[in-house]
């Protein structure tokens, strides 16, 4: 049942807000924080119940949706999607509460989306379900685009346009996929076509060339969202026009959906084409560190500047996924909870200045580590934890992601290893403009440091930071029996690269 | 030949209560001239309509065929007697006020859409090429009326002449289809055309320029690119009500035929006729859509974007038979979120001389939740978003091509609905992401806002559980 309160809980939620009049804004903000505070709980208890040594789904219900095409709710958790789902709960969480103050106007239909996509995003991560899952990726694209649209900033129609048109253009293809597989998987108790995706990734054993077609259409929808150079270029637009919450909904969680959809459906079902895809798609994920990494150091802009940053981190997470062996597996699912994690903060410490000053420019600041010094620390422990730093939870990632690369194809390797020194170049460079030196424009002198509320949600992610990169066990030994699973079909498919056993 | 019974009159009771209805609106029309229009005459054609559809569910599906053998009496027709009746009180709801609002106090107008609604429910049911031909002419005939009713409107006169010539142009390609049908075969009967085709056949010229014909015709009749040329200007000019009814009633009607015609009499010699669908579908959906999107005009937009979804119905008859419940799912579908937004699309267009352009949306969505909501919602599923009818609707079709080996023509359907998605997410940015254009405070009648929520709340409740539909259609197909 956990799974599906997990979901109801948001989706509830968001509908109690709907009935509630809008005139009434502190009970609305008061409902959208309970509720998320409740699903945040919920997931916890999931934590609890899971068991860390099994590889298979946890916790798994099915009901017949539409019984006649073989549609079940059919949803679960395991290793790959465990530490996602909590990942959102407690964003959406930290995310309600940081919207208190910054959010303004329409408070109402604000929080109803948040809540939505809430429960969109948990749904597409405990899908078992082909049909589910397309159903929930589709469904979380809708609250993001209205954000993204309705309390963004100037530009914020195109940006949003472009941002559902990517994504669209990059699923539809999938569903033909989807439809395919459909065709090919039978629940061998009925005797009917299903979506069931333990069946079918079981009875995926296409010839190479359907599996190729069959990861291409899997793959573009997933490297759009992750996004993969070159289908990077609707994030820094997105992530520039969208509200402070929004950008750590979409950087957190949403570019996850990307990296999960690899893990989940391209690799394990069409083994064969993902071998085949590996130098391409390792191309492309360095050359996205790279770029990310000197397009983040030529912006002005701090929000620009760590939506480019994603682009980095997001190639070293493709890079260890297609090392596809244990290191890199593992590393790149822990970097995808770890960027989750310092990318939300850093957008919400941008937001923190932003919400005081208006503007985002590095030119407009300098010096405020003197007027704002608890802000200046919390801000100093996450850009380092994004740079790498050892014993922050970047740093954790980072090694495992080179070791696997390392193993797999050393070429890769030593390139990512200089979007490491990048990232140290830009992170380091913006932090010195903005925080050292002389107060350089008077209007700074007056800014007021993090707030208690701010402070709480910020200070809940750098905890995580240090938390995890000291001792990420608790992460990784939940992870590693389903990434062992994940790498069994490779085996059977004749294809072995691990380092270690 | 052999005599009536009490089945044969029991089967067409329903198109019988709807002529009957129509006959006393005109009645009723002359006995109180015009003034009667603006609330009897449309709650006695929904009080028609609505004994029509409980009269078509009480004779649901007896089965095979009445009046010798000319007429169905199955599920499928039944069905869609029920949707046709649906579609007409819909569209009966939003007349009112728009009729008002335009000076059109006409009681001719409903007896026209009760008439159009009988050749629609006369052409779903036909089992026979005549039989069609009959219905086909009682419904379009209506249809020239009313999309020249506006008659001080230069646009609805021209849209009316239009539709008249080139309707008739398609008329006579379908009947000559049907002489030479009946030449090749000695039969005018679907059943006996089946029959004959299944029993092997030289494709002669007859045969070949037969089936050409009747697929000319039909695609007049469909919309499908490149016969598609009348249906813009028509859908633009005609009363925005007709427009609404246009889209979805005639052309669920000529699909149903066209499933009954292509889909299973003509099915023995597919060959013939496949690659040429085909290639209709794959225009159909791409001009459309394309086409769709350079439109300045919302109403005009919405016309496109119905050629559009045409194309993706077109995709369904070229699956075959395992598509028909599928298609029967997605003219459901797409009849009711069509009328919704063609509703909203009524409502905006308040001011005098106003147009349907996109500027008249600025802002919607903030002043007006109702209409802003439901909006959404419509547009959603047209655009094939779950979880709402118009995405099941797709996956379902799509799913049939798939299934039957046409992944290449899915997949530029597929391709095709995310080109869809810019002009629909269009209006859903200025309803929500732009400050109103002026003033937009106005009321919403009663009969709107019911009508609103009944099709919003339809097109969410069979996307989110279409097992119960999906079930029905299926069982009912052909």
């Excluded at chain 1, 990861?215 to 969202?225: E, N, P, T």
């Excluded at chain 1, 090392?323 to 960027?339: I, K, R, Y």
């Excluded at chain 1, 700074?444 to 910020?458: A, F, H, S």
């Excluded at chain 2, 996307?463 to 259609?473: A, C, D, K, Y």
Aim: proline content about 4%; aromatic content about 12%.
């Amino acid at each position: 049942m956990i799974i599906s309160l997990l979901i109801a809980i948001p989706f509830l939620t968001s509908l109690v807000i709907l009935a509630v009049p809008r005139t009434n804004a502190a009970a609305i903000r008061w409902i959208a924080l309970f509720g998320s505070i409740a699903a945040f709980a919920a997931s916890l208890v999931m934590y609890a119940q899971f068991t860390p040594g099994e590889a298979g789904y946890q916790m798994v219900e099915r009901t017949p949706w539409v019984a006649s095409l073989g549609i079940d709710w059919h949803v679960g958790v395991d290793g790959i999607s465990l530490f996602l789902v909590m990942l959102t709960t407690l964003l959406t969480m930290l995310c309600v509460i940081s919207s208190w103050s910054s959010i303004k106007d329409r408070i109402k239909e604000y929080h109803f989306l948040f809540l939505l996509m809430e429960a969109a995003l948990i749904g597409v991560f405990c899908a078992m379900d082909l049909f589910v899952f397309y159903v929930m990726w589709e469904v979380q694209l809708v609250p993001m685009f209205l954000l993204i649209g309705i309390w963004g900033g100037e530009r914020r129609i195109y940006a949003t346009i472009k941002f559902f048109l990517f994504t669209m253009a990059g699923s539809v293809l999938m569903l033909a996929g989807i439809l395919y597989i459909y065709f090919n998987t039978t629940d061998p108790a009925t005797g009917h076509h299903t979506f069931n995706l333990l069946l079918a990734t079981e009875q995926a054993k296409f010839p190479m060339e359907v599996q190729t077609w069959l990861f291409l259409a899997f793959a573009l929808a997933f490297a759009i969202k992750v996004p993969l150079f070159p289908l990077h270029t609707w994030l820094p637009d997105a992530h520039t026009e969208a509200p402070t919450a929004g950008s750590v909904m979409l950087a957190g969680v949403l570019l996850k959906l990307g990296t999960y959809g690899f893990l989940r459906f391209c690799l394990p079902m069409f083994p064969g084409a993902a071998t085949k895809f590996v130098p391409l798609i390792s191309v492309l994920a360095v050359i996205g560190i790279l770029y990310g990494a000197l397009m983040a150091m030529i912006q002005k802009d701090i929000k620009r500047l760590v939506a480019y940053s994603s682009v980095a981190h997001l190639g070293f997470v493709m890079l260890g996924t297609f090392a596809l062996n244990m290191e890199g597996l593992s590393g790149s699912l822990l970097q995808q909870v770890n960027h989750g994690i310092s990318t939300g903060a850093l957008f919400l410490l941008v937001g923190v200045i932003y919400d005081r000053r208006h503007t985002r420019l590095q030119a407009d600041y300098g010096g405020i580590a003197k007027v704002m010094p608890v802000y200046a620390v919390l801000f100093l422990i996450v850009a380092l934890s994004s740079i790498g730093l050892p014993g922050l939870n970047g740093f954790v990632g980072e090694f495992l992601i080179l070791l696997g690369a390392f193993a797999a194809h050393p070429m890769y390797a030593v390139f990512a290893t200089a979007g490491i020194i990048f990232a140290a170049v830009y992170l380091l460079w913006m932090y010195q403009r903005v925080f050292f030196g002389q107060v350089t424009h008077e209007i700074n002198l007056g800014l007021k440091d993090v707030t208690l509320r701010e402070g709480l949600v910020i200070g809940t992610l750098v905890a995580l930071t240090i938390l995890i990169g000291v001792y990420p066990d608790p992460l990784l030994s939940r992870m590693q029996p389903s990434l062992n699973l994940l790498l069994s079909h490779f085996q059977g498919a004749g294809i072995t690269q691990t380092l270690l056993p | 030949m052999n005599p009536l019974s009490t089945t044969d009159y029991l089967a067409v009771l329903p198109e019988t209560l709807v002529v009957l209805t129509a006959v006393l609106v005109i009645v009723l029309d002359s006995a109180k001239r015009g003034r009667w229009a603006t609330w009897v005459l449309p709650a006695w054609s929904c009080l028609g309509l609505t004994a029509s559809a409980v009269a078509a569910i009480a004779v649901w599906g007896k089965g095979g065929t009445v009046f010798s053998g000319t007429v169905f009496a199955d599920g499928f027709s039944s069905l869609f007697k029920v949707l046709f009746a649906v579609i007409g009180i819909l569209t009966v709801m939003f007349s009112p006020y728009y009729l008002r609002f335009k000076s059109m106090r006409l009681g001719e107008y409903y007896a026209l859409l009760l008439t159009a609604v009988f050749g629609m429910i006369v052409m779903v049911s036909a089992a026979n090429l005549l039989v069609f031909f009959l219905g086909l002419e009682t419904m379009s005939i209506s249809l020239y009326v009313l999309a020249a009713l506006q008659r001080a409107d230069v646009k609805s006169a021209e849209a009316g002449m239009k539709y008249l010539i080139l309707g008739s142009f398609s008329s006579a390609f379908f009947l000559y289809g049907v002489a030479l049908m009946y030449a090749t075969v000695g039969s005018v009967d679907y059943e006996a055309i089946g029959a004959f085709l299944a029993a092997g056949y030289q494709p002669n010229l007859m045969l070949v320029a037969g089936v050409a014909l009747l697929l000319v015709g039909f695609a007049f009749k469909v919309a499908a690119v490149p016969f598609h040329f009348w249906s813009p200007d028509v859908y633009d000019g005609s009363p925005a009500t007709v427009t609404a009814f246009m889209t979805t009633g005639p052309k669920a009607a000529a699909f149903v035929a066209l499933i009954r015609v292509f889909g299973v009499a003509l099915q023995p010699a597919s060959s013939l006729w496949t690659d040429a669908l085909t290639w209709l579908a794959i225009l159909t959906m791409t001009v459309g859509n394309v086409v769709a999107l350079r439109q300045s005009s919302v109403k005009r937009m919405l016309a496109y974007s119905s050629i559009a979804h045409a194309g993706y119905l077109l995709v369904g008859i070229v699956a075959g038979r395992t598509a028909f419940a599928a298609i029967g799912y997605y003219l459901i579908a797409y009849a009711l979120m069509n009328l919704g937004a063609f509703a909203v699309i009524i409502l905006i267009n308040r001011k005098e001389n106003a147009g349907y352009g996109f500027d008249e949306f600025r802002g919607i969505g903030l002043e007006h939740p109702l209409l802003g909501v439901t909006m959404v919602v419509f547009l959603l599923s047209l655009t094939g978003v779950p979880p709402t009818a118009g995405f099941f609707g797709k996956l379902y079709v799509f799913s049939a091509a798939i299934g039957s080996g046409h992944v290449g023509l899915a997949i530029v359907a597929l391709l095709n609905s995310a080109v869809g998605a810019y002009y629909y997410l269009r209006i859903i940015t200025l309803m929500y992401m732009n400050k109103p254009d002026g003033d937009v405070s106005f009321t919403e009648p009663a009969s709107y806002r019911y009508a609103l929520v009944i099709s919003c709340v339809l097109v969410l409740l069979i996307g989110i559980f279409p097992e119960q539909l999906l079930r029905l259609v299926t069982l009912s197909a052909p």
